[in-house]
Antibody, heavy 122, light 109 residues
Framework: QVQLVESGGGVVQPGGSLRLSCAAS????????MNWVRQAPGRGLEWVAF????????YYADSVRGRFTISRDNSRNTLYLQMNSLRDEDTAVYYC???????????????WGQGTLVTVSS | EFVLTQSPGTLSLSPGERATLSCRAS???????LAWYQQKPGQAPSLLIF???SRATGIPDRFNGSGSGTDFTLTITRLEPEDFAVYYC??????????FGQGTKLEIK
């Protein structure tokens, strides 16, 4: 079955950096686009970033563009999110999320990880 | 800026009743790219509806999506106890800005 396991969350000071990872299994990772979606404590969902199945294109929410970088290693079945210049408002649970539809470019998610908490605080 | 506005913010109903949740887009776009998700406390969201009206795999037929243009609706006929949760709509294409609505909390009356 599809499994997505995030890691790398933790507490970081404002202005700091963190890299999240998502280990994927149970499907052919290299055939599917992937998203990161976050949820601040007690708040709604916010789409963060998307990467195409082969890694050729990446899209970002305005709130993170220029600070976050989504990437993937299809040989390791792993998705990444490099987060730089972190701000208080980046505090959230970050979900790794698989796109429904082989080779599709879109934000529709059929499987989610359990999430990893990032706390930005001094 | 593309915005999805959900209403009401909170909906209080009893099991067996019918729930109607609304999602309004700030401007019209292809309804082929509208989804609904359910999220229960402490869990990741799960996909209910995509392409405005297609049920995801394993979703009971009491969940129905409809709408086009700027107005979309999720209807849950005959609420079951496990349906009380937060529901989000999402625009997932074609523009690469995959916006979520702010959510509707469906609570037991």
């Amino acid at each position: 079955q599809v499994q997505l396991v995030e890691s790398g969350g933790g507490v970081v000071q404002p202005g700091g950096s963190l890299r999240l990872s998502c280990a994927a299994s149970g499907f052919t990772f290299s055939n599917y686009g992937m998203n990161w979606v976050r949820q601040a404590p007690g708040r709604g969902l916010e789409w963060v970033a998307f990467i195409r199945y082969e890694g050729s294109n990446q899209y970002y929410a305005d709130s993170v563009r220029g600070r976050f970088t989504i990437s993937r290693d299809n040989s390791r079945n792993t998705l990444y999110l490099q987060m730089n210049s972190l701000r208080d408002e980046d505090t959230a649970v970050y979900y790794c999320a698989k796109v429904l539809g082989k080779m599709a470019t879109m934000g529709l998610v059929d499987y989610w990880g359990q999430g990893t908490l990032v706390t930005v605080s001094s | 800026e593309f915005v999805l506005t959900q209403s009401p913010g909170t909906l209080s109903l009893s099991p067996g009743e019918r729930a109607t949740l609304s999602c309004r887009a700030s401007h019209s776009y292809s309804s082929n790219y509208l989804a609904w998700y359910q999220q229960k406390p402490g869990q990741a969201p799960s996909l209910l509806i995509f392409a405005a009206s297609s049920r995801a795999t394993g979703i009971p037929d009491r969940f129905n999506g409809s709408g086009s243009g700027t107005d979309f609706t999720l209807t849950i006929t005959r609420l079951e106890p496990e349906d009380f949760a937060v529901y989000y709509c999402q625009q997932y294409g074609p523009s690469p800005m995959y916006t979520f609505g702010q959510g509707t909390k469906l609570e037991i009356k």
